[in-house]
């Protein structure tokens, strides 16, 4: 990396710069002693540069990562509103010569805004610019963010971070899948009888009800991480890992990608907690929560099941699910198989489709087969074969941050992909606003409104 590179981080008073983005650096900065980065903050706030620099020590303590600091050179932090032209330049400026990351930290409208208001001329050679989700509110939306960005810069040099894509995991999926022949045939609709793909959380709010509220579990996790996870699972082999290769195989799956059956409906539902206790904490009901307006209809769980119209996938359900303050926390891919086409008479038992499943965390997979032998040999049950991923040795959002300052856009997400992920959802979004699915409920600690018997839900067992 060129040691001339300044990180300039707006929004650097805020939680995601203090929680995951100055951890992440430090670690990264542990772990590659040959790795240096100027560090500028910028932001409305009226920091001074001691409390900024207090604020970095602080997170890379979080991280463990007190001795990467000598590889920090400090910029001065900038008050400034980035949402204007002055503001920006005023930011810029402060970066000095060499190459330049901006990474806005900020609310998506914030963002928008401050990107509208940067003049091309302003920004040196080789810049990068790397934004947070959601990119845009709707489809129109971040078509005009992204007609923005490209009048500023090259695709390649935008950022759209989605960190679940720095996730070792989701890259164990290609792994797994491409280099062992036992998986790879049966990748298709031939074999497999459904896909689902579960972010399910113990936690509550944890206080970001600012954003929350007017987001909710579609926006904040299907629209964005988990239909990026499916055009992973769901992609043709790439020719390569690279950067063209593989977006391109991302996002010819979610140009296919659609509700199922059309029928938003039938195929969408959504719910948000009540009162109750998980993990030894007693939360209340969402509307109770501070800064929660009852009146938007905020899910705090959602579940939708969408098809890909592709040879490879023609009739296969993908059902994509995620919620808050839920008793069954679980990170997952799980493939169910169909059945054999016959199985000789004699045995005794059920011989239901294998499940392969893909854990996010701890990052684990595993295999739920049928087998006989034991008592009684003629007798099938089940068995589960376990193989651990291994632990990375980095936070996803250091390889984030990693990828970003080496200028390796491999695993953000792509202009095109960003406006196919709300085009997807939309049909949802629309019948949940008119009010044709209904919010149901659920207790904190719960696995979901009991009356939901299919999609995600269900893919629970091996």
């Given at each position: 990396?060129?040691?001339?590179?300044?990180?300039?981080?707006?929004?650097?008073?805020?939680?995601?710069?203090?929680?995951?983005?100055?951890?992440?650096?430090?670690?990264?900065?542990?772990?590659?002693?040959?790795?240096?980065?100027?560090?500028?903050?910028?932001?409305?706030?009226?920091?001074?540069?001691?409390?900024?620099?207090?604020?970095?020590?602080?997170?890379?303590?979080?991280?463990?990562?007190?001795?990467?600091?000598?590889?920090?050179?400090?910029?001065?932090y900038v008050t400034a509103d980035a949402t204007t032209a002055e503001g920006m330049r005023q930011i810029v400026g402060a970066a000095g010569s060499g190459r330049l990351v901006l990474y806005f930290a900020v609310p998506p409208a914030v963002a928008a805004s401050a990107c509208a208001a940067i003049e091309s001329s302003d920004l040196p050679d080789d810049t990068v610019l790397a934004l947070e989700k959601p990119f845009g509110t709707d489809e129109g939306s971040a078509e005009h963010l992204n007609a923005v960005l490209h009048e500023l810069l090259p695709e390649e040099s935008v950022f759209r971070v989605d960190h679940f894509l720095g996730r070792s995991t989701v890259l164990n999926v290609i792994g797994v899948r491409t280099a062992n022949r036992l998986f790879e045939p049966v990748w298709s609709a031939s074999d497999v009888e459904s896909v689902a793909i579960r972010f399910d959380e113990s936690l509550g709010l944890e206080g970001r009800a600012g954003y929350y509220d007017h987001a909710g579990a579609m926006v904040d996790m299907i629209q964005s991480h988990l239909l990026q996870v499916l055009a992973i699972v769901a992609m043709e082999p790439p020719a390569s890992l690279d950067e063209a290769d593989l977006r391109d195989a991302t996002s010819a799956v979610l140009r296919a990608t659609r509700v199922r059956d059309g029928d938003p409906v039938a195929n969408s539902h959504r719910a948000r907690y009540t009162a109750g206790d998980v993990d030894g904490r007693t939360l209340p009901s969402y509307v109770d929560e501070e800064g929660v307006d009852p009146a938007r209809q905020t899910e705090t769980l959602a579940e939708i099941t969408f098809e890909v119209q592709t040879a490879r996938w023609a009739g296969v359900p993908f059902t994509l699910r995620s919620g808050k303050a839920l008793g069954d926390a679980a990170m997952e891919v799980v493939l169910r198989l169909r059945p054999v086409r016959h199985l000789p008479g004699g045995f005794t038992?059920?011989?239901?489709?294998?499940?392969?499943?893909?854990?996010?965390?701890?990052?684990?997979?595993?295999?739920?087969?049928?087998?006989?032998?034991?008592?009684?040999?003629?007798?099938?049950?089940?068995?589960?074969?376990?193989?651990?991923?291994?632990?990375?040795?980095?936070?996803a959002y250091a390889e984030v941050i990693a990828s970003i300052l080496d200028h390796e856009p491999a695993l953000s997400v792509r202009g095109d992909a960003a406006e196919q992920c709300w085009r997807i959802v939309e049909p949802v979004r629309q019948a949940w606003a008119a009010g044709k699915v209904p919010l149901d409920e659920y207790?904190?600690?719960?696995?979901?409104?009991?009356?939901?018997?299919?999609?995600?839900?269900?893919?629970?067992?091996?």
């Open positions: 990396m060129n040691e001339r590179t300044t990180l300039v981080i707006i929004g650097a008073s805020g939680d995601l710069t203090s929680r995951l983005l100055l951890p992440a650096l430090g670690q990264l900065l542990l772990d590659d002693p040959h790795r240096r980065v100027r560090l500028v903050g910028a932001g409305s706030s009226g920091l001074d540069d001691e409390h900024w620099r207090t604020r970095v020590h602080q997170a890379f303590a979080t991280a463990g990562a007190e001795a990467a600091l000598e590889r920090v050179d400090f910029g001065d038992g059920e011989a239901p489709g294998s499940v392969l499943r893909f854990s996010l965390g701890p990052d684990r997979l595993s295999i739920g087969i049928n087998v006989n032998g034991g008592d009684d040999p003629f007798a099938l049950h089940r068995a589960t074969l376990d193989a651990d991923l291994g632990l990375g040795t980095q936070r207790a904190v600690g719960s696995s979901g409104p009991s009356s939901w018997r299919d999609g995600a839900s269900t893919e629970k067992t091996a």
